[in-house]
T-cell receptor, first 113, second 115 residues
Framework: AQSVTQLGSHVSVSEGALVLLRCNYS??????LFWYVQYPNQGLQLLLK??????LVKGINGFEAEFKKSETSFHLTKPSAHMSDAAEYFC???????????FGTGTRLQVTL | DAGVTQSPTHLIKTRGQQVTLRCSPK?????VSWYQQALGQGPQFIFQ???????QRGNFPDRFSGHQFPNYSSELNVNALLLGDSALYLC??????????????FGPGTRLTVL
């Protein structure tokens, strides 16, 4: 069975600081990995996805993530946080021929002045 | 180009009632998936529809049922509502399943409150 674990339900950073949101996956077959962002009272927006091409994936709004098979990780980073980045972030996985997304429990990012 | 739309945006029901939620997929998409997001949790997969048939189902009881119409829009029906059914219900659309899987685009959701 596929699963993802997001370490840290809440992360707080200062504006301009590095953002690092952690995601580890469990899968018996090569996974497809996604990061989505959810702003208050809204649906989910795709930030980036890994589909077995380049291991370093660049997404929207300056975010990127690196797929590390040896560490079963897909951590999300952004060099400099902006106030508008405050939101809930979800890591998700799809494996094999399954098409359902399996989500982590989410990490709420707070950005302070 | 309209994205995924859902209706209604909010809904209040009482225990034991039935509810129908609606979803129109992004233009050009033929696959619709439904997810339930309880407060403070990640979305949980309910089921997926393609060519008017349920292709996959998550771990939800038979009280949850769905339908897809020829125009690819979809409905989610929940019977005999329980307090625990209170959640944000998200619809996502994509192109036909394959490898690698197509991106799922999400609608704004329907907030269901069961009293």
């Amino acid at each position: 069975a596929q699963s993802v674990t997001q370490l840290g339900s809440h992360v707080s950073v200062s504006e301009g600081a590095l953002v690092l949101l952690r995601c580890n996956y469990s899968s018996s077959v090569p996974p497809y990995l996604f990061w989505y962002v959810q702003y208050p009272n809204q649906g989910l927006q795709l930030l980036l996805k890994y589909t077995s091409a380049a291991t370093l994936v660049k997404g929207i709004n300056g975010f990127e993530a690196e797929f590390k098979k040896s560490e079963t990780s897909f951590h999300l980073t952004k060099p400099s946080a902006h106030m508008s980045d405050a939101a809930e972030y979800f890591c998700a996985v799809i494996t094999g021929t399954a098409s359902k997304l399996t989500f982590g429990t989410g990490t709420r990012l707070q950005v302070t002045l | 180009d309209a994205g995924v739309t859902q209706s209604p945006t909010h809904l209040i029901k009482t225990r034991g009632q039935q509810v129908t939620l609606r979803c129109s997929p992004k233009s050009g998409h033929d696959t619709v998936s439904w997810y339930q997001q309880a407060l403070g949790q990640g979305p949980q997969f309910i089921f997926q529809y393609y060519e008017e048939e349920e292709r996959q189902r998550g771990n939800f009881p038979d009280r949850f049922s769905g339908h897809q119409f020829p125009n690819y829009s979809s409905e989610l029906n929940v019977n005999a509502l329980l307090l625990g059914d209170s959640a944000l219900y998200l619809c996502a659309s994509s192109l036909v399943v394959g490898a690698p899987p197509d991106t799922q685009y999400f609608g704004p959701g329907t907030r269901l409150t069961v009293l």
